[in-house]
């Protein structure tokens, strides 16, 4: 399979400019400045990409409805706040090609009708952010920033906005407040921010891998991409692998193939003997089938969610209580407080598997976590509420056994 986004990543001095420009950099942007900006969205369209950093949104779709506003000025906005647990995937794209995204911007730019966009990154990314501020200013030395770019009407200007490292500002809404210098908290939705996004104005917000498949895909066409996968969800996908895995990395793979293949031939199989997965972070729910392809709705369809892509690999010597205090204690300290069910759940939650962990628990502790975990996503007011519980809930469906012994079946 030929890699799409990882194709020249080896390629020594790929950030400069230059040596991106010899792999046939900007060409794409210099094609699509010719086109109708409807006919660039009909083809990201055609191609059924859908958003890579969780929610799997259709992306054309989000393209077509910022087009579509009136109100301006219009905002493109690249999520690069990886902040997932288990996530690295972003950071090699940056750091070794900030170019893509950088052609990536401005042709997405073009097509719905912004003149800026806006790098909102996780402030830990301190190398990246150096590599991106130097493609910057490349591009405006080369015009590829500037006014009326390579002789079309359209100017453009990129800058780069650094998170203070809040897992909660992944999330569209809180990465706006913390934008406009709010604290990082959820909005209400509606209004979506592709109605209503940065400073009340239409803004289309995807994130680094989902807008780096776009120059490819306009390069072949839509229907050339769309044929790559699976059908459920086209393309390849940036893959995380980590955990109790012999070759952890990032692996750029066609969509649908199945946890099993990814961990045996890719990852090189599991340090230990294989217990289960997380396919989407600590937000996902734990999976054992190993034949599960690996696409959106074959994931959900298998009870757990792909989100941006992160295979946390679980060996059967580890502890399943142990893990599941481990995640709580995440969304414990990343909830922003604002809404009582995920403030206080994820709080007595962590607080309830620490309990069985050491050997205290009891009965009643486990109803009380299965009922967090139905009570959370429909009250909590954001993804990170909502999700929490996932991980814990189905490790106590699927390894109920770990819970019960800690303490002579007192749980």
């Known amino acids: 399979m030929e890699k799409i986004l990882l194709k020249d990543i080896d390629k020594v001095n790929l950030n400069n400019i230059n040596v991106y ?41 989000k393209w077509e ?12 906005i690249c999520n690069a706040d990886e902040g997932e647990p288990g996530t690295f995937k972003d950071r090699i794209l940056l750091r070794n090609n900030p170019h ?12 719905i009708g912004a003149n800026k966009g806006i790098i909102y990154i996780r402030g830990e990314y301190f190398a990246e952010i150096e590599k991106l501020k130097r493609a910057i200013e490349e591009a405006k030395i080369k015009g590829y920033l500037a006014k009326d770019i390579l002789g079309a009407n359209f100017s453009y200007g990129i800058e780069i906005h650094c998170g203070a490292g809040a897992y909660v500002c992944g999330e569209e809404t809180s990465l706006l407040e913390s934008l406009e210098g709010a604290r990082g908290c959820s909005r209400e939705k509606p209004p979506f921010p ?28 839509g229907d050339w991409y769309s044929k790559i996968g699976s059908p459920n969800s086209p393309g390849t996908k940036l893959f995380c692998l980590c955990g109790h895995i012999n070759k952890p990395g990032v692996y750029e793979l066609p969509m649908g193939i ?25 937000s996902s729910s734990l999976l054992t089938d190993l034949d599960v392809q690996l696409d959106y709705k074959n994931v959900t369809n298998a009870g757990s969610m792909l989100g941006s892509g992160s295979i946390i690999v679980i060996n059967k010597e580890t ?39 050491s050997g205290k628990g009891q009965k009643k ?16 007011r954001c ?13 106590i469906k699927l390894f109920k056994e770990e819970f019960q012994n800690l303490r002579n079946n007192s749980v």
């Open 21 to 61: 420009a010899e792999s046939g950099g900007y060409e794409t942007l210099k094609k699509v400045l010719n086109m109708n900006p409807e006919t660039i969205i009909e083809e990201i369209k055609k191609s059924k990409l859908v958003g890579r950093g969780g929610a799997a949104f259709p992306t054309g779709l």
């Open 65 to 76: 409805f910022v087009r579509k506003e009136k109100d301006a000025p219009k905002f493109l």
């Open 100 to 111: 893509l995204l950088l052609e990536a911007m401005l042709i997405a730019g073009y097509a």
């Open 194 to 221: 592709t109605h209503s996004g940065f400073m009340g104005k239409p803004t289309l917000i995807n994130n680094v891998e989902t807008l780096c498949n776009v120059p490819a895909i306009l390069k072949n066409g």
């Open 258 to 282: 199945t946890l099993g293949e990814l961990i045996e031939k890719y990852g090189g199989g599991v340090k230990g003997e294989f217990k289960a997965a997380l396919p989407g972070g600590v």
């Open 319 to 357: 502890s399943v209580v142990s893990a599941m205090e481990n995640c709580l204690e995440f969304f414990t300290h990343e909830s922003c407080g604002l809404c009582v069910p995920c403030r206080e759940g994820t709080k007595r939650a962590k607080e309830m598997l620490t309990r069985i962990a």
């Open 365 to 380: 502790d486990l109803d009380a976590l299965l009922e967090l975990s139905e009570v959370m996503p429909d009250t909590a």
């Open 383 to 395: 993804g990170l509420g909502q999700a929490a519980m996932n991980a814990a809930s189905s490790a």
